[in-house]
């Protein structure tokens, strides 16, 4: 019996539309803090494109604690631009991800899992790299797979945060 190899090309061509060519994902499980910075919280993914006009849909999982409200956290590509940043509504918080109201006593033990997706149109097939970028003003915490105290304790969970990249054809 011949071995027939099939051309990838054309595999792909012949998919319907909302087909996953490819899932790539990323795991970040280090502990963390942010006070009044904007820095990369340490969770990224890259993917390079089977297609050169497929859809790709981008969700991060984070497991974090902040101790104010001054604090959130966004998806972005490789350059700092916020991925489906929310409209401007007034002076509120253009975010994915956080910022908690409730009294400060609260923030003591409370862990957060919050998961967002988000979804990026595309044209080639060069390496793209997205990541999840903090912010916290200078009255507030964001601790990344950890809560305020970080001890060893049952009240004290310890996280992982993720992140999975989906190439759909268009």
């Known amino acids: 019996m011949a071995l027939t ?3 990838s090309a054309s595999v792909i061509d012949r998919l ?3 087909s996953v060519l490819q899932t790539v994902s990323n795991t970040f499980n280090g502990v963390d803090t942010f006070t009044n910075e904007t820095a990369d919280l340490g969770l990224s993914c890259a993917i390079i494109p089977k297609e050169s006009n497929s859809l790709l849909m981008i969700t991060a999982s984070l497991f974090y604690a902040v101790n104010s409200n001054g604090t959130f956290a966004v ?4 350059n700092n631009n916020p991925i489906q ?3 401007v509504n007034g002076s509120r918080a253009r975010t994915h991800f956080g910022t908690h ?3 400060q006593t609260n923030f003591d033990y409370n862990t957060y899992r919050e998961m967002h997706t988000v979804f990026v149109s595309h044209t080639g097939t060069s390496s793209q790299t997205f990541k999840v970028r903090v912010t916290a003003d200078a009255n507030s915490t964001f601790y990344v797979n950890r809560n305020k ?3 060893d304790r049952i009240a004290d969970p310890s996280g992982i945060c993720t992140m999975i990249i989906q190439e759909i054809k268009q």
Request: cysteine-free.
């Open 101 to 103: 109201y409730v009294s």
């Open 16 to 18: 319907p539309t909302g």
């Open 75 to 78: 998806i972005t590509d490789s």
């Open 5 to 7: 190899k099939l051309n």
């Open 85 to 87: 940043e929310p409209p």
């Open 149 to 151: 105290y970080n001890g």
